[in-house]
């Protein structure tokens, strides 16, 4: 008997039948034509024109709105066309299509004690000496204890490098006031999170994750709009606001567990 309803999200038409032999439901997103069989979310209740903007959550409204109430496993998952969760890790170069399909996750056994599984945490406060020289060389220079000092190179202070200073705690003051405090130390003291917005929980689970998510980041679009987001880390700024807060809210709410993350991109295998 499946235990899951697993997505996997891509923008390119192309992806679609290898997503269906690696066992997902394909999920068409963004303005290319994917086939009446692929999901999307453009029907229905939606809001597919902040796709630029919100990324993968386009989709998790549409799934809120339309069809959440209709999947009848316990547990539902979420990976990418070129990001998967794996059951051990493998080195991704000349990785046959047939070895990825051995390594992917499609299945789950019910976990003891266990309500949702994310991929290993990825720290940043290992900055690239280069990206730092780059884009930020003057926040350091003025801020030197950061070349020495890893627990100040904490998720708030990336969130302001990378998209825009200040716009983190706008955002976090938007939160109601059970989340707002405890976000906020989360970003301010952690220095690692659980990456890609991708994530397998039960069922149950997500209904009260879309109905804080979702009202929180329309709060958001009344101080950061869309029309003055320039650049991939201010136009994405929802979801990457969003990924920060799934990190948060499922790993200090519920019994979870980490499993790794490949990053293999499906267009290599564009011959099958």
């Given at each position: 008997?499946?235990?899951?309803?697993?997505?996997?999200?891509?923008?390119?038409?192309?992806?679609?039948?290898?997503?269906?032999?690696?066992?997902?439901?394909?999920?068409?997103?963004?303005?290319k034509k994917f086939s009446k069989?692929?999901?999307?979310?453009?029907?229905?209740?939606?809001?597919?024109?902040?796709?630029?903007?919100?990324?993968?959550?386009t989709f998790h409204y549409w799934?809120?709105?339309?069809?959440?109430d209709q999947i009848q496993t316990?547990?539902?998952?979420?990976?990418?066309?070129?990001?998967?969760?794996?059951?051990?890790?493998?080195?991704?170069?000349?990785?046959?299509?047939?070895?990825?399909?051995?390594?992917?996750?499609?299945?789950?056994?019910?976990?003891?004690?266990?309500?949702?599984?994310?991929?290993?945490?990825?720290?940043?406060?290992?900055?690239?000496?280069?990206?730092?020289?780059?884009?930020?060389?003057?926040?350091?220079?003025?801020?030197?204890?950061?070349?020495?000092?890893?627990?100040?190179?904490?998720?708030?202070?990336?969130?302001?490098?990378?998209?825009?200073?200040?716009?983190?705690?706008?955002?976090?003051?938007?939160?109601?006031?059970?989340?707002?405090?405890?976000?906020?130390?989360?970003?301010?003291?952690?220095?690692?999170?659980?990456?890609?917005?991708?994530?397998?929980?039960?069922?149950?689970?997500?209904?009260?994750?879309?109905?804080?998510?979702?009202?929180?980041?329309?709060?958001?679009?009344?101080?950061?709009?869309?029309?003055?987001?320039?650049?991939?880390?201010?136009?994405?700024?929802?979801?990457?606001?969003?990924?920060?807060?799934?990190?948060?809210?499922?790993?200090?709410?519920?019994?979870?567990?980490?499993?790794?993350?490949?990053?293999?991109?499906?267009?290599?295998?564009?011959?099958?």
């Amino acid at each position: 008997m499946k235990t899951i309803t697993f997505f996997c999200l891509t923008l390119n038409p192309n992806h679609e039948e290898n997503i269906k032999r690696l066992s997902y439901i394909p999920v068409g997103l963004g303005e290319k034509k994917f086939s009446k069989n692929c999901f999307s979310d453009r029907k229905g209740i939606n809001i597919s024109f902040k796709n630029p903007f919100y990324g993968e959550y386009t989709f998790h409204y549409w799934l809120w709105k339309n069809y959440l109430d209709q999947i009848q496993t316990e547990w539902v998952g979420f990976c990418q066309y070129r990001k998967f969760f794996i059951k051990n890790k493998i080195n991704s170069n000349d990785l046959s299509f047939n070895d990825l399909k051995d390594h992917v996750i499609t299945e789950i056994d019910q976990p003891n004690n266990i309500e949702c599984i994310l991929g290993e945490k990825f720290s940043v406060s290992n900055y690239k000496f280069s990206k730092i020289l780059k884009r930020h060389f003057l926040h350091f220079l003025f801020n030197p204890s950061l070349f020495f000092d890893e627990k100040k190179r904490n998720l708030k202070l990336q969130f302001d490098l990378f998209h825009g200073k200040g716009n983190l705690d706008l955002a976090i003051n938007l939160l109601e006031k059970k989340d707002r405090e405890n976000f906020k130390d989360f970003m301010y003291t952690r220095n690692s999170f659980n990456p890609h917005n991708m994530f397998l929980c039960k069922k149950n689970l997500l209904k009260g994750y879309y109905e804080t998510i979702f009202p929180w980041l329309e709060k958001c679009e009344k101080i950061f709009g869309f029309s003055n987001l320039k650049g991939y880390g201010s136009q994405r700024i929802y979801g990457f606001l969003a990924e920060r807060f799934l990190s948060y809210w499922f790993t200090s709410k519920y019994n979870y567990r980490e499993i790794p993350i490949i990053g293999k991109d499906l267009s290599d295998y564009k011959n099958l």
